[in-house]
């Protein structure tokens, strides 16, 4: 997509769901899908009907397949503890292959739902 403000509204405005496939084109998709917007039953409107993707595949496996394992992914810095700690994509993608793992010895399935508590 174009860095030029302007062009990029007036692409946006002339053909929104071309606009949004076009920037969807750039994600990895599992399933593609059968319509960029269903919007029969507003206000309740579906994005990327029929599509399904994973979310941790392209926020971290995907840069490490593409050349970008030890670049930086993650950077934590907490001003309570003046702790700073900076993660590649590789270190990320093996800190939440630990987790998974832990979650699925703990019996989580696809389709569950979990969530962590953690203090701002």
Request: charge should be negative.
């Amino acid at each position: 997509m174009s860095g030029d403000y302007q062009a990029v509204y007036d692409s946006w405005s002339a053909d929104p769901q071309g606009f949004w496939a076009r920037a969807a084109a750039d994600v990895q998709w599992y399933e593609p899908w059968t319509a960029v917007l269903d919007d029969t039953q507003p206000p309740f409107y579906r994005w990327f009907q029929g599509a399904q993707l994973n979310t941790c595949y392209n926020a971290v496996d995907y840069h490490v397949e593409n050349g970008r394992a030890d670049q930086p992914a993650l950077i934590y810095d907490s001003p309570v503890t003046d702790t700073i700690r900076q993660y590649t994509y590789r270190q990320l993608r093996d800190e939440v292959a630990l987790l998974a793992g832990a979650l699925t010895q703990k019996g989580v399935e696809k389709g569950d739902r979990v969530i962590i508590y953690m203090p701002m």
